[in-house]
């Protein structure tokens, strides 16, 4: 006999001694999360996410070393009709002198009047840090709402980046806390429904709590290498619980399916370690190949969010090979208490005459096509997709705009009044320019000329009356120019704008300026230039995850032909993840039914890491259920049999954790940001796309069409000749006593 497979001889270890095992992770996850915490997080800058022209006139701002404190406004505008303008000044002068006794407040500003006469702002200069102000603005919101008390005739209200900054925290950390809250019992629930019993559904989420426990001291320690964003920790708390679940369904399903031919407990494990723990190191290699494909964006945020990700999935496999076994040997049968009895009826492991398992009823009618007539069921099944998948090309990509926030908080109400009062308060373009000190004079003078040019083009709001704004720093090396449009920053017309100044005006004043060095930036330029990027990235990113995903396939299956039609099936599945996505969220037909407003676009981040994640997370399924099928045709079955036997034995894990994470990911639709809308939907519809149409018909239609092809492979790839294992489909063998 040849050495056992390192995941078998794991398995058997911590079967055999169960309490060190868990001792082990126990402290293995304590030491991770408390050393993570010790190290403190190191969080990416400004300067680190700089991309394209937009992230060039950062970096020069940022060199220019501006003190640009957090500024907020007091906005006074009628409730109906006209503004009466003493009662505006009165209201004006009561807040001025309010608010300068206010703590955290350096200066109270001149009122300064709308063009048109429909409001009256009061610039408010605040103290401190700029990064924290929205944590300290509460006093000023407070002092607002005094004056709003004593001039009840006007609308008084506190608005600027601090205010709406606090706004948006205080609603969206409901929104994720809801979310947190949400997806634990939702998870429980489901799992309770898959296995029937209360103690096997909670081994799965107690090792995907405990694998994200650890995986994010891992993180906050990997952050002093690549910097961590704020998207970390709910991606790793997301992917976490997705493959922890799905990981520990695997592995306990199959134990429970021996257990039930009559296998003893530790033989029990020791096969679903061979089968389902084998499956489970291939799919989590496969998930963080496509995860390190982030790596190759040249992205802090993507490159954070690998990080995260490969190091609970490496988590999450280590403990479904060490922990889970032990925690298995150690309750034995008592993982099927307590029964929840209807539901253990229904999802218990049956066996019929002689201890042979009963085949379920509903996947033998949904596979009949498959097998019967698997090209005609190809065609169909593939054209379908591919009609859904047809949208994605017209996709458009667009960072969300201070419009895309949800308007159910007054500070975004607000804003849009001192918007409409004050269109340079909205959207600008910024212009940063360097050049050596001695020629600030004249970049004053061609940032003064390019703004006059500007204002008279309908693509920009008009200068107001105190001028245009140009920031000199301390050494006259760095000056900067704000250009404001009226127009949203994801309308098309800011777009055009910003085509104007980068091609035609910015060069046309600054260009003969000797050392000089300029870029625009600003709101819209980032939206255009990330886009770019990832339409750059995306296909150095897939090229990488599809190639090394080949060759894991490939020696995994010793197949060529499984390697190339399981890239190809999850091409598929992301093309119409994608398709689908265009359709909901570029249209408006499904505003009200999901409660957003659509930007007509899809958020530029989103294609690159819905690719991986996808890529990632549908490989679970696939390397499960083909798994199956070869221990099928290894046993000797036909292979039509075998793909029957593959579909249909795997159904009910795959169909288990595709509802777990179909419920998880679709808590994220709920939230108020369109991007986690997104990401929610796209998640959800894509692990729903796949665990039903791409397994249970496309998949089986082309391996019952490849027959034995399926399995071909250069010689220098196929296996060696092993003895033949016997029918999985077959019970233990019953040991009879001697007389």
């Given amino acids: 006999?040849?050495?056992?497979?390192?995941?078998?001889?794991?398995?058997?270890?911590?079967?055999?001694?169960?309490?060190?095992?868990?001792?082990?992770?126990?402290?293995?996850?304590?030491?991770?999360?408390?050393?993570?915490?010790?190290?403190?997080?190191?969080?990416?800058?400004?300067?680190?996410?700089?991309?394209?022209?937009?992230?060039?006139?950062?970096?020069?701002?940022?060199?220019?070393?501006?003190?640009?404190?957090?500024?907020?406004?007091?906005?006074?505008?009628?409730?109906?009709?006209?503004?009466?303008?003493?009662?505006?000044?009165?209201?004006?002068?009561?807040?001025?002198?309010?608010?300068?006794?206010?703590?955290?407040?350096?200066?109270?500003?001149?009122?300064?009047?709308?063009?048109?006469?429909?409001?009256?702002?009061?610039?408010?200069?605040?103290?401190?840090?700029?990064?924290?102000?929205?944590?300290?603005?509460?006093?000023?919101?407070?002092?607002?709402?005094?004056?709003?008390?004593?001039?009840?005739?006007?609308?008084?209200?506190?608005?600027?980046?601090?205010?709406?900054?606090?706004?948006?925290?205080?609603?969206?950390?409901?929104?994720?806390?809801?979310?947190?809250?949400?997806?634990?019992?939702?998870?429980?629930?489901?799992?309770?429904?898959?296995?029937?019993?209360?103690?096997?559904?909670?081994?799965?989420?107690?090792?995907?709590?405990?694998?994200?426990?650890?995986?994010?001291?891992?993180?906050?320690?990997?952050?002093?290498?690549?910097?961590?964003?704020?998207?970390?920790?709910?991606?790793?708390?997301?992917?976490?619980?997705?493959v922890g679940v799905d990981y520990s369904l695997f592995y306990i399903r199959r134990e429970r399916e021996e257990r039930a031919k009559g296998r003893s407990g530790l033989d029990a494990v020791e096969i679903a370690a061979e089968t389902s723990g084998h499956a489970v190191v291939v799919s989590g290699f496969a998930v963080i190949i496509s995860m390190a494909g982030l790596l190759l964006a040249g992205d802090v945020v993507f490159s954070s969010l690998a990080v995260g990700s490969i190091l609970v999935v490496?988590?999450?496999?280590?403990?479904?090979?060490?922990?889970?076994?032990?925690?298995?040997?150690?309750?034995?049968?008592?993982?099927?208490?307590?029964?929840?009895?209807?539901?253990?009826?229904?999802?218990?492991?049956?066996?019929?005459?002689?201890?042979?398992?009963?085949?379920?009823?509903?996947?033998?009618?949904?596979?009949?096509?498959?097998?019967?007539?698997?090209?005609?069921?190809?065609?169909?099944?593939?054209?379908?997709?591919?009609?859904?998948?047809?949208?994605?090309?017209?996709?458009?990509?667009?960072?969300?705009?201070?419009e895309d926030l949800p308007r159910t908080t007054p500070a975004m109400q607000a804003y849009d009044r001192l918007t409409a009062a004050f269109p340079s308060a909205g959207t600008n373009h910024v212009v940063a320019v360097r050049a050596p000190a001695e020629?600030?004079?004249?970049?004053?003078?061609?940032?003064?000329?390019?703004?006059?040019?500007?204002?008279?083009?309908?693509?920009?709001?008009?200068?107001?009356?105190?001028?245009?704004?140009?920031?000199?720093?301390?050494?006259?090396?760095?000056?900067?120019?704000?250009?404001?449009?009226p127009y949203a920053s994801r309308d098309d017309r800011s777009a055009r704008s910003l085509e104007k100044l980068r091609e035609d005006l910015v060069p046309a004043e600054l260009r003969g300026i000797p050392g000089v060095e300029y870029a625009v930036g600003g709101s819209v330029a980032d939206s255009v230039d990330y886009a770019q990027h990832v339409r750059d990235k995306l296909p150095l990113v897939m090229g990488f995850v599809l190639v090394l995903t080949f060759l894991v396939m490939a020696f995994t299956f010793r197949s060529v032909v499984v390697a190339v039609s399981s890239i190809a099936l999850n091409l598929l599945s992301a093309g119409a993840a994608y398709g689908l996505l265009v359709l909901v969220f570029q249209g408006e037909w499904a505003e009200g039914l999901l409660g957003f407003t659509s930007m007509g676009a899809i958020v530029s981040w989103l294609p690159l890491f819905l690719f991986v994640v996808l890529f990632g997370l549908s490989m679970d399924y696939h390397v499960f259920v083909v798994s199956r099928i070869r221990e099928g045709v290894r046993s000797g079955m036909p292979n039509r049999d075998a793909v029957s036997y593959g579909i249909t034995s795997s159904a009910g894990v795959v169909t288990s954790a595709a509802v777990v994470m179909v419920g998880v990911f679709s808590i994220f639709a709920t939230l108020s940001t369109i991007d986690m809308k997104q990401l929610g939907i796209g998640l959800a519809a894509a692990i729903l796309l796949d665990a039903t149409i791409i397994r249970g018909v496309v998949l089986p239609a082309l391996m019952t069409m490849l027959g034995d092809a399926n399995w071909w492979a250069p010689r220098f790839l196929r296996p060696r000749p092993e003895p033949a294992p016997t029918d999985p489909r077959e019970p233990a063998p019953q040991l009879v006593p001697v007389p």
Avoid: Y
Wanted: proline share 7%; glycine share 8%.
């Fill in 439 to 485: 020629q600030v004079d004249r970049v004053r003078a061609a940032l003064t000329e390019l703004s006059t040019r500007a204002a008279g083009d309908p693509l920009f709001a008009p200068v107001e009356a105190d001028g245009p704004k140009i920031e000199v720093s301390a050494d006259r090396r760095v000056s900067v120019l704000d250009v404001a449009t």
């Fill in 1 to 242: 006999m040849g050495k056992r497979p390192v995941t078998v001889r794991l398995a058997r270890w911590s079967a055999e001694h169960p309490w060190r095992a868990i001792a082990l992770w126990i402290v293995f996850v304590a030491v991770c999360f408390v050393g993570g915490n010790a190290a403190g997080l190191n969080e990416a800058t400004g300067d680190d996410q700089a991309i394209g022209e937009a992230g060039r006139a950062g970096l020069i701002v940022t060199a220019g070393d501006f003190d640009n404190p957090a500024v907020d406004n007091v906005l006074i505008t009628s409730r109906s009709g006209a503004l009466d303008q003493a009662a505006a000044r009165a209201a004006a002068d009561d807040a001025a002198a309010r608010l300068r006794t206010v703590t955290g407040v350096a200066e109270v500003g001149q009122p300064i009047p709308a063009r048109d006469g429909s409001a009256l702002l009061l610039p408010i200069t605040m103290s401190g840090d700029p990064e924290t102000a929205s944590e300290r603005v509460q006093p000023l919101r407070d002092a607002t709402a005094t004056v709003q008390k004593a001039h009840p005739q006007l609308r008084v209200e506190q608005v600027g980046g601090p205010s709406i900054g606090q706004a948006l925290d205080d609603t969206l950390g409901k929104d994720f806390k809801r979310a947190e809250l949400l997806s634990l019992p939702v998870t429980l629930a489901i799992l309770i429904i898959a296995f029937g019993a209360l103690i096997a559904a909670s081994v799965p989420v107690l090792l995907a709590l405990s694998s994200v426990a650890a995986a994010m001291g891992l993180s906050t320690l990997a952050s002093h290498l690549v910097p961590a964003t704020d998207t970390t920790g709910p991606v790793i708390l997301l992917i976490g619980m997705a």
């Fill in 314 to 402: 490496a988590v999450a496999v280590a403990g479904s090979l060490t922990v889970l076994p032990a925690l298995l040997a150690r309750l034995g049968r008592w993982v099927d208490r307590p029964r929840v009895p209807l539901l253990w009826r229904l999802t218990a492991p049956r066996t019929g005459r002689h201890g042979q398992p009963r085949a379920p009823r509903l996947w033998p009618a949904v596979l009949r096509p498959a097998l019967r007539a698997p090209v005609a069921t190809l065609v169909i099944s593939v054209g379908l997709l591919l009609a859904l998948a047809a949208p994605a090309l017209g996709m458009k990509l667009k960072f969300p705009g201070m």
